[in-house]
C-alpha cells in the first residue's frame, strides 16, 4: 500500500513566479492538509481540503490556494514567490477530517 | 489561539540512556496531543497520541506520554535510546472542539535528539 505522494521532490524557483505541487493521498483516504515547515520551526497549518472544499485554512495569504480532485488528489498553488516562501511542504492525508494524518516526504522548495 | 512550546531545541544523550523531551501547550481546554518524530530528509511519523481516556499513552519504538492536564504538558519518554533515534521530535495539538477534527495540527518548533555512543 502506497502511502502519500508528493511530487515533485525538490523546485528551485525565482522570485515573483508561480509554482503548483502536488500531492497523492493514501489509499482510501478522502482528507489532504497543507503544511509549510521552514527551515528550523515546526510545520505550520496552511489549509486542509475535504470532499473538494477548502475546510480549514490557516494563517496564509490568498497566494496560497489550493484543488481537491475527484480521486482526492490535491495540488498547493503559491503565486507571486517571495523568498521567505523557500519551505517544505507537507502533504497529508486521513481518512475523513476526524482521524489522524498520515505525512507524505514533503516537496523542498527553494525561491531565489 | 493554541500554542506549543517545546522548552529544548536540542538534547544530546548517550546510547542506552534515558530521555525526556518536554512540551506545553498554551490552552487548558480539552485538547488533542501529538507526538511526531521526522528522520533527517524525511516526512512526519506518527509516534503517539492522546485523545481521551488514560493519561499515560504508549507509542511505536518504546516511546510514551504522560499527559498532565494541570500543568498543561505533554512530555515525551523513553527509558532507554538507540542510535537509531537520533531525529528531530514534534510535538503538535489540535482542538476537538474546531470542526471536531485532528486536522489543523498546530506544531512546536522541534527537539533535535542526538544519541551518542
Known amino acids: 500500500d502506497a502511502g502519500v505522494t508528493q511530487s515533485p521532490t525538490h523546485l528551485i524557483k525565482t522570485r515573483g513566479q508561480q509554482v503548483t505541487l502536488r500531492c497523492s493521498p493514501k489509499?482510501?483516504?478522502?482528507?489532504v492538509s497543507w503544511y509549510q515547515q521552514a527551515l528550523g520551526q515546526g510545520p505550520q497549518f496552511i489549509f486542509q481540503y475535504y470532499e473538494e472544499e477548502e475546510r480549514q485554512r490557516g494563517n496564509f495569504p490568498d497566494r496560497f490556494s489550493g484543488h481537491q480532485f475527484p480521486n482526492y488528489s490535491s495540488e498547493l498553488n503559491v503565486n507571486a514567490l517571495l523568498l521567505g516562501d523557500s519551505a517544505l511542504y507537507l502533504c497529508?492525508?486521513?481518512?475523513?477530517?476526524?482521524?489522524?494524518?498520515?505525512f507524505g516526504p514533503g516537496t523542498r522548495l527553494t525561491v531565489l | 489561539a493554541q500554542s506549543v512550546t517545546q522548552l529544548d531545541s536540542q538534547v544530546p544523550v548517550f546510547e542506552e540512556a534515558p530521555v525526556e523531551l518536554r512540551c506545553n501547550y498554551s490552552s487548558s481546554v480539552s485538547v488533542y496531543l501529538f507526538w511526531y518524530v521526522q528522520y533527517p530528509n524525511q516526512g512526519l511519523q506518527l509516534l503517539l497520541k492522546?485523545?481521551?481516556?488514560?493519561?499515560l499513552v504508549k507509542g511505536i519504538n518504546g516511546f510514551e506520554a504522560e499527559f498532565n492536564k494541570s500543568q498543561t504538558s505533554f512530555h515525551l519518554r523513553k527509558p532507554s535510546v538507540h542510535i537509531s533515534d537520533t531525529a528531530e521530535y514534534f510535538c503538535?495539538?489540535?482542538?476537538?472542539?474546531?470542526?471536531?477534527?485532528?486536522?489543523?495540527?498546530?506544531f512546536g518548533k522541534g527537539t533535535k535528539l542526538s544519541v551518542k555512543p
Open positions: 489509499s482510501g483516504h478522502d482528507t
Open positions: 503538535a495539538v489540535s482542538d476537538p472542539n474546531y470542526g471536531g477534527s485532528q486536522g489543523n495540527l498546530i
Open positions: 492522546y485523545l481521551s481516556g488514560s493519561t
Open positions: 497529508a492525508s486521513s481518512l475523513d477530517h476526524l482521524h489522524e494524518q498520515f
